[in-house]
T-cell receptor
Framework: DAGITQSPRYKITETGRQVTLMCHQT?????MFWYRQDLGHGLRLIYY???????DKGEVPDGYVVSRSKTENFPLTLESATRSQTSVYFCASGVRTGTSEQYFGPGTRLTVT | QKEVEQNSGPLSVPEGAIASLNCTYS??????FFWYRQYSGKSPELIMSIYSNGDKEDGRFTAQLNKASQYVSLLIRDSQPSDSATYLC???????????FGAGTTVTVRA
């Protein structure tokens, strides 16, 4: 049981390029989340999804696009990468059944040059 | 903006001692509270959840919640070098499924 996986684990891209980070979970969790983690800012929510075809903005959505056509997948796209988007990106998932527990994937370290 | 504040650290404790981590939150309607452990270069790992006032113990970890004071804490008893990590406090307001995270407290357990 892989749980929640992210790919790629490391990515270097150039300013202006489009890049997609993948997230896949095998738990059939309804909720999925994308966070970025930067020194001095902690974990910040980019986008989240309550179910397939339902997405909503988090705290820092500008420059990012998400989609969720299948429950198990939640890709994050940087349409035109900027150096300020250099960060570690974490995907998380959870089920809202009286709790709000979230479980994190291993992360993707993205560097924009 | 829901705020979650943690004692800034870093916190250095000798092996075998108790490490005490504190967290305060601004949203009085918050319902769920979590502690995550994050090793350097790794992802956050859920180690404790607490939903009602009082103490909750799990092995060497004890979470304490006081909603009236808007305060949640984590005690690590008999600290081990393997407990050296950053501990993140997270709070859910109850109206949605989003979590607000504190900046984290880095704990170093010295042998």
């Amino acid at each position: 049981d892989a749980g929640i996986t992210q790919s790629p684990r490391y990515k270097i891209t150039e300013t202006g390029r489009q890049v997609t980070l993948m997230c896949h979970q095998t738990w059939s969790h309804s909720y999925m989340f994308w966070y970025r983690q930067d020194l001095g800012h902690g974990l910040r929510l980019i986008y989240y999804s309550a179910a397939a075809d339902i997405t909503d903005k988090g705290e820092v959505p500008d420059g990012y696009v998400v989609s969720r056509s299948k429950t198990e997948n939640f890709p994050l796209t940087l349409e035109s990468a900027t150096r300020s988007q250099t960060s570690v990106y974490f995907c998380a998932s959870g089920v809202r059944t009286g709790t709000s527990e979230q479980y994190f994937g291993p992360g993707t370290r993205l560097t924009v040059t | 903006q829901k705020e979650v504040e943690q004692n800034s650290g870093p916190l250095s404790v000798p092996e075998g001692a108790i490490a005490s981590l504190n967290c305060t939150y601004s949203d009085r309607g918050s319902q769920s509270f979590f502690w995550y452990r994050q090793y350097s270069g790794k992802s956050p790992e859920l180690i404790m959840s607490i939903y009602s006032n009082g103490d909750k113990e799990d092995g060497r970890f004890t979470a304490q919640l006081n909603k009236a004071s808007q305060y949640v804490s984590l005690l690590i008893r008999d600290s081990q070098p393997s407990d050296s990590a950053t501990y993140l406090c997270a709070v859910n307001g109850g109206n949605d499924y989003k979590l607000s995270f504190g900046a984290g407290t880095t704990v170093t357990v010295r042998a």
